[in-house]
């Protein structure tokens, strides 16, 4: 059974940083596309980045520059660093995995079929 | 930037059909994935490659997908099916997230 629990999340003060974990049980994090994806307080779903099996990442323009996405294979984790935080970062954070569809010759993204509880990060002073 | 527009709300009755769509410029040529997220809870997958049902799905669950629109279908719908859907798809490397649409049942 695939599970992924989100740690780190909290109350931090405008311009702060936190570092978000997802560790992951029964799907191994680095031959994984891994994404998170985060929800502000009565919004939708907003996506934040992504870390390939490769290792190659990806952000939306809003974080860009600001968080960093990462993994560490031996513990089968992702992690989610975030500085410089604004008022507009609170949001629940969802780490999930990503489905690969594979041809002889490259791989494709595809649905995000397990997804975290989230964890809840507030900044406010 | 690549947008993924749904309508914010549908209402079905009980035992009817809901309907909810989501349009993106040649979205039915893109991967598309749908998405129902109660309150409180993560979203779970419903459908994904446009008309592909997880397992676990119930089956009044479906999907198609015409030109620059995908459409998700609940048939016989339930009272336990009332939550927030999101459609789903690519721009390159980046997700991309429809607003939402919040399905009432009454």
């Known amino acids: 059974e695939v599970q992924l629990v989100e740690t780190g999340g909290g109350l931090i003060q405008p311009g702060g940083s936190l570092r978000l974990s997802c560790a992951a049980s029964g799907l191994t994090v680095s031959s994984s596309y891994m994404t998170w994806v985060r929800q502000a307080p009565g919004k939708g779903l907003e996506w934040v980045s992504i870390i390939f099996s490769g290792g190659t990442t990806s952000y939306a323009d809003s974080v860009k520059g600001r968080f960093t996405i990462s993994r560490d294979n031996s513990k089968n984790t992702l992690f989610l660093q975030m500085n410089s935080l604004r008022a507009d970062d609170t949001a629940v954070y969802y780490c999930?995995?990503?489905?690969?569809?594979?041809?002889?010759?490259?791989?494709?993204?595809?649905?995000?079929?397990?997804w975290g509880q989230g964890t809840l990060v507030t900044v406010s002073s | 930037s690549y947008e993924l527009t749904q309508p914010p709300s549908v209402s079905v009755s009980p035992g009817q059909t809901a309907s909810i769509t989501c349009s993106g410029d040649k979205l039915g040529d893109k991967y598309a994935s749908w998405y129902q997220q109660k309150p409180g809870q993560s979203p779970v997958l419903v459908i994904f490659?446009?008309?592909k049902r997880p397992s676990g799905i119930p089956e009044r669950f479906s999907g198609s997908n015409s030109g620059n629109t995908i459409t998700l279908t609940i048939s016989g719908t339930q009272a336990v099916d009332e939550a927030d859907y999101y459609c789903?798809?690519?721009?390159?490397?980046?997700?991309?997230f429809g607003g939402g649409t919040k399905l009432t049942v009454l």
């Open positions: 999930a995995r990503v489905t690969q569809h594979c041809s002889p010759t490259n791989c494709h993204a595809g649905a995000l079929d397990y």
């Open positions: 789903q798809s690519w721009d390159s490397t980046s997700v991309i």
């Open positions: 490659q446009h008309d």
